[in-house]
């Protein structure tokens, strides 16, 4: 007798289980659906329109130059402190000048090399803060002009090309981004 009892109980649960399943699959089948339509994505070839903005072409450039100047003049000193300190060593190996006075040399050589490291983490750190400001301007204006096209919220997904596997060309939207940047850029110039 126990045994049915629990045959029908157990055919029981498997029954009740069963239409709950049912039950949840039938409540997930009428959520309402969401499409993405082909006209709802777009992608932007950020480092293209970066690189061919105004903003980069007038000031990155500029700021560009700046800092490899800097780094040729780095290395320029610091190859002339290296060509000091060997013909101090010459010097002194041929007997031309006296332990003293190699040692006095080579003190202020060091005191020159110390500047000359303390004056170089200056200026790079310069430029690091500019070359930071200038790429934040650079990602603010490219997401301001994005953010300006799609003020109509006429695409549901914008991204990034560098992201992307496979896109139909329909779907790039950097030339329009890029003449939005130009343009927001001009309106900061002239507002400036």
């Known amino acids: 007798m126990k045994k049915v ?6 055919a029981a649960l498997a029954v009740t289980a069963c239409n709950r399943n049912q039950t949840s699959e039938n409540e997930s089948a009428n959520v309402e659906k969401q499409t993405v339509s082909a006209g709802d994505i777009a992608y932007v070839n950020t480092e293209y329109v970066l690189t061919e903005c105004e903003l980069f072409k007038t000031e990155g450039l500029a700021l560009r130059e700046k800092t490899e100047k800097a780094q040729q003049s780095w290395a320029n000193k610091e190859r002339n402190l290296q060509n000091e300190a060997a013909q101090l060593q010459e010097k002194y190996q041929k007997g031309l000048i006296t332990t003293r006075d190699a040692q006095a040399q080579q003190e202020a050589l060091e005191k020159k090399a110390a500047n000359y490291q303390t004056n170089t983490q200056k200026e790079a750190q310069t430029l690091d803060e500019e070359n930071y400001v ?51 850029y001009t309106q900061e110039k002239k507002n400036k």
């Open 134 to 184: 200038f790429t934040n301007r650079l990602q603010d204006l490219l997401l301001r002009a994005v953010q300006e096209l799609n003020s109509d919220k006429q695409y549901k997904l914008v991204v990034n090309a560098s992201a992307l596997l496979d896109a139909d060309n329909s779907l790039d939207i950097s030339e329009t981004v890029l003449e939005k940047m130009n343009e927001l």
């Open 5 to 10: 009892i629990f045959a029908a109980l157990a």
